[in-house]
């Protein structure tokens, strides 16, 4: 059974580098044809998707952050990795990673078949 479990400091303060980690298990990030996606829902809000990588490492990113927003892969560990720069109040948000078997930005649609539970982010000083 895939699980995806995120991980990362909870609080940031602004203008601060975020880093969250996506730690894959029962399956690898490798395998195809899979995309490891990341998604933020800001309070009130549905899931955004701020973009992907997928089983050969190539990367997708989405309109949103994206001249902020950095998706990398560990394959070592079985990571995904999302970096997103220079922080504002407005990136508060519940942060998910999730799986897909194609690429797609809809967080609703059924392709989207593994997530993780999500992690609170905070950015306040």
């Known amino acids: 059974q895939v699980q995806l479990e995120e991980s990362g400091p909870g609080l940031v303060k602004p203008s601060q580098t975020l880093f969250l980690t996506c730690t894959v298990s029962?399956?690898?990030?490798?395998?195809?044809?899979?995309?490891w996606n990341w998604f933020r829902q800001p309070p009130g809000e549905g899931k955004k998707w701020m973009g992907a990588?997928?089983?050969?490492?190539?990367?997708y990113y989405g309109p949103v952050l994206r001249s902020r927003t950095s998706i990398s892969r560990d394959t070592s560990k079985n990571q995904v990795i999302l970096q997103v720069g220079s922080v504002t109040p407005e990136d508060t948000g519940v942060y998910y990673c999730?799986?897909?078997?194609?690429?797609?930005?809809?967080?609703?649609?059924?392709?989207?078949?593994?997530w993780g539970r999500g992690t609170q982010v905070t950015v306040s000083s």
């Open positions: 990588v997928d089983w050969r490492g190539s990367v």
């Open positions: 029962g399956g690898s990030i490798t395998t195809f044809p899979y995309y």
């Open positions: 999730a799986r897909a078997g194609i690429l797609s930005h809809n967080a609703a649609g059924e392709e989207f078949d593994h």
